[in-house]
């Protein structure tokens, strides 16, 4: 087999991102600032230096395919974590150095050969090393739905970069990275926005193992376990409750509870319950009866007003705000 790590353009000398380093989000010392920046380009996640005290050169590059986001991100040696992942993949490979990536259902290393993708709704813990540069494309469902007939993609977790079928979707990301002139076009025009971002999910649906967990759990009956959960979460959605409470209530352990939702429901509790809780705060804004977009962001359980309009755009297609002119 083709040594692919010679051809892969991500690890040459010849790779110049230069469009990527044109398009800086932004560049600090500081850990606690590093952490709010990229939360706002990805989520909100726990940032640790490996060495207390550890400072450095951190910065985030990103250019926007249509719903997809390309980027890279250096903050040396750095433990990160990640409670649930919100309605995306996020494809992880490293332009230098290496990590070590652990969810709650595989560990893999990636480096100059492997690569990973991480599901929704997974929960993520991962320690990068002191020379890694990570580079991210982040594709939301939504943007898999609106090119593919999948309503519930699970991937292959592990992305064999020597792999000659994922070399066309490796190409693609590295000639945006690239050319100024093409990061330059996705910014001016939307239809070539919607054109790359269609092309890439292509690529990657073509290049990289997949299933819909759609289609394989739906003719089967969840568990006792499941709907309990389920019926738990309905009642309770408003409240703060946590994945081990969701446990106790469906009388399993956590871990079993977690592989039941994502074998008969294809995703995980507390991805099961933002999603009621998205759905009540839609109710609530067409019924004519909510005023203010925080009550409805409150009433429904959420907590942080700005990720609540996130995730209902990245749900909906659409603000909250757009929902209630619309009511």
């Known amino acids: 087999m083709q040594d692919f790590a010679a051809a892969n353009p991500f690890r040459t000398d010849g790779f110049r991102p230069t469009a990527l380093r044109s398009n800086r989000a932004f560049q600090s010392r500081d850990v606690e600032f590093t952490r709010d920046r990229i939360s706002q380009i990805l989520q909100p996640h726990q940032l ?47 332009l230098a150095g290496n990590a070590r990536i652990v969810t709650d259902v595989w560990e893999r290393d990636i480096g100059a050969n492997r690569a990973a993708i991480v599901a929704p709704g997974s929960y993520m813990r991962a320690e990068f090393s002191s020379d890694c540069e990570q580079l991210f494309v982040r594709i939301p469902t939504r943007a898999i739905r609106s090119h593919s007939p999948y309503r519930q993609l699970e991937f292959l977790n592990e992305v064999d970069l020597t792999a000659p079928s994922i070399a066309p ?45 759609a289609n394989r759990s739906g003719t089967q009956i969840a568990p006792k376990a499941v709907r309990r959960a389920e019926t738990f979460i309905r009642s309770n959605s408003s409240l703060p409750i946590s994945l081990s409470e969701i446990a106790r209530a469906a009388q399993v352990p956590t871990r079993t509870l977690l592989d039941s939702f994502k074998r008969f429901r294809g995703t995980s509790p507390m991805q099961y319950l933002r999603n009621v809780r998205l759905e009540s705060a839609r109710l609530l804004l067409q019924s004519g009866r909510a005023l203010q977009i925080s009550d409805v962001a409150f009433d429904a359980g959420f907590t942080h007003l700005g990720r609540f309009a996130s995730a209902y755009a990245e749900r909906f297609g659409e603000l909250p705000s757009e929902t209630l002119r619309r009511r």
């Open 169 to 213: 979707f490796i190409t693609q990301v590295a000639q945006i990275c690239s050319l100024e002139a093409t990061a330059s076009l996705l910014h001016k025009n939307a239809v070539v926005r919607r054109e790359f971002e269609r092309l890439l999910v292509c690529l990657l649906l073509a290049g990289q193992a997949h299933r819909d967990e």
């Open 48 to 94: 640790t230096p490996v060495a207390h005290g550890q400072g450095g050169d951190f910065y985030t590059d990103h250019i926007a395919v249509g719903d997809l986001g390309i980027g890279a991100i250096h903050f040396g040696a750095m433990n990160v974590e990640v409670t649930e992942f919100a309605d995306y993949h996020l494809v992880l490979a490293c």
